[in-house]
């Protein structure tokens, strides 16, 4: 029974999650040869507050580039904003 695990900060929808664990789950089945109803994805996610990089959250860094979030205070686009404030490239 293979179980994926996913730490990711927090704000993405749920349809994004739902295709995350569609697509995973259709590569694990056909690349391991295992039932799909065997396929187990945990998602945890974390607050900006709670992960960081060099010292500095990812909630600092946002505040500090002036990116974008939405109501809840996550990024409305992780590509361009939480990886390129942790100096890494999209």
């Not at 179980?3 to 569609?22: D, S």
């Not at 960081?52 to 909630?59: E, H, L, Y």
Request: aromatic residues 4%; negative net charge.
């Amino acid at each position: 029974m293979p179980i994926i695990q996913f730490n990711m900060l927090e704000g993405r929808t749920t349809e994004m999650k739902r295709e995350l664990a569609a697509k995973v789950t259709d590569t694990v089945v056909a690349v391991l040869g295992v039932k799909r109803e065997t396929v187990r994805i945990l998602i945890h996610e974390m607050g900006l507050q709670d992960f960081s990089v060099g010292g500095v959250t990812a909630q600092d860094r946002l505040a500090a580039n002036g990116a974008a979030v939405n109501a809840a205070g996550a990024p409305t686009d992780y590509n361009a904003t939480v990886l390129e404030t942790a100096g890494a490239k999209a």
